[in-house]
């Protein structure tokens, strides 16, 4: 059985969850648990979690007062289970942000990337637009993705390994704090490189806008997904539709990291 956690503190976790079992009623085999995580204790007992869209800031601070900050770092960045964020999440997950006007909050960190929040502008900035996406296989029907208020992947930043970086020099910057892994699957894990998953599309006009202008911002070739090792990140919300490819896809990534963390404790 793997017990697959969604963080439950706030934004769009009861869509994740519908769309985690629709995935392994439909196409995804093993035995599976979905539970949602408000407490240390709960994601104690996770394999592999999931961190939803919504508001970033809002979620840290509650994590924050959850006491569920440090768990968070150790289960991604110690010892390297598998996570997955969308939007708010990605943000989450991302080792350094640019600070916004509110200000900033807490970085969970495991991916080695610079996310821009809120880059496309505001709510009424939001839209659809159709994704290419290799990793569902060759043919696989466009990706309906919803961005909502989304970050991007700016920036790729060099492998940590713990040391602070000209990142954290920076005013309008939040970096998350370093952590160390412990152990040989964790420390293959964390030396993976950052993959490119997908981008926005050849051409901004591709972009489905609800009828209004498009944003002059919106650039082809944004990123938009991106992996790194057991670490995942979407800036748009796959929970958001009634498409679960995404979610089956991430759940086999998970069931492979298993087997791999398995061998190599064994
Ligand atoms: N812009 C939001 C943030 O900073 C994320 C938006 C979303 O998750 N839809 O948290």
């Not at 392994?24 to 939803?52: H, M, N, Y």
């Not at 993976?192 to 919106?218: K, M």
């Not at 650039?219 to 979610?247: K, M, W, Y």
Request: proline content about 5%; aromatic content about 6%.
């Amino acid at each position: 059985m793997i017990t697959v956690g969604v963080l439950a503190l706030q934004g769009a976790f009861i869509e994740h969850v519908r769309l985690l079992k629709k995935a392994t009623e439909q196409e995804v085999s093993g035995e599976w648990d979905f539970i949602e995580v408000r407490t240390p204790q709960e994601l104690a007992k996770c394999d592999a979690l999931v961190l939803p869209g919504g508001e970033s800031t809002t979620m840290s601070l509650v994590a924050a007062r959850s006491d569920l900050l440090e768990p968070l770092r150790d289960f991604v960045k110690v010892h390297r289970k598998p996570a997955w964020g969308t939007c708010a999440g990605l943000i989450l997950l991302a080792e350094s942000a640019n600070r916004t006007k509110k200000g900033g909050q807490e970085l969970i960190g495991g991916l080695d990337v610079r996310v821009n929040r809120n880059h496309f502008g505001r709510q009424t900035e939001s839209f659809q637009a159709p994704l290419e996406l290799q990793f569902l296989g060759e043919g696989a029907a466009p990706f309906p993705a919803i961005f909502i208020r989304a970050p991007i992947v700016e920036t790729i930043l060099p492998h940590q390994q713990g040391v602070q970086t000209a990142e954290s020099e920076r005013d309008d910057t939040i970096v998350a704090p370093s952590r160390k892994t412990k152990d040989a699957a964790a420390e293959a894990a964390t030396a993976e490189n950052v993959e490119v998953l997908a981008t926005l599309p050849g051409s901004a006009s591709h972009i489905a806008t609800q009828g209004r202008d498009v944003n002059p911002d919106l650039e082809a070739g944004d990123v938009v997904a991106v992996r790194q090792g057991n670490v995942f990140g979407t800036s748009f919300h796959p929970e958001l539709t009634g498409d679960a490819r995404i979610h089956a896809w991430w759940l086999r990534q998970v069931q492979e990291a298993i087997g791999k963390q398995e061998k190599l404790a064994s």
